[in-house]
């Protein structure tokens, strides 16, 4: 198991942006893809990005591609979602989650069952 606590959240005007953090700790030197769920108030939790072990590879949902970057430092163990350009619509409760690969270029996947560790969420509200 890996624990994720997400960060850098808050509140801000339309057209700001953000920079979200994933911590993780525990088995992390195992392999793990990462990914960012949001979830608005009545809401089913959404997809937002992933990225692979390495970093080399990312996907992101069509509706935050333009706006949005997943990164990594595995150095430190820590996910990143740099979001630009934010709009009201953004406002969510951010979510990373992780789940063990085994190669390097893989993605966990689009769906929150891909994913087995959650971190609580970092809430982000934009106004206009």
């Known amino acids: 198991q890996v624990q994720l606590v997400e960060s850098g959240g808050g509140l801000v005007q339309a057209g700001d942006a953000l920079r979200l953090s994933c911590a993780a700790s525990?088995?992390?030197?195992?392999?793990?893809?990462m990914g960012w769920f949001r979830q608005a108030p009545g809401k089913e939790r959404e997809f937002v990005a992933a990225i692979s072990w390495s970093g080399s590879v990312t996907r992101y949902a069509d509706s935050v591609k333009d706006r949005f970057t997943i990164s990594r430092d595995n150095a430190k163990n820590t996910v990143f979602l740099q979001i630009n350009s934010l709009k009201p619509e953004d406002t969510a409760v951010y979510f990373c989650a992780a789940r063990m690969v085994f190669a390097l270029t893989a993605l966990a996947g689009t769906r929150p069952r891909d994913y087995d560790n959650w971190g609580q969420g970092t809430q982000v509200t934009v106004s206009s």
């Open positions: 525990g088995r992390t030197a195992s392999n793990y893809a």
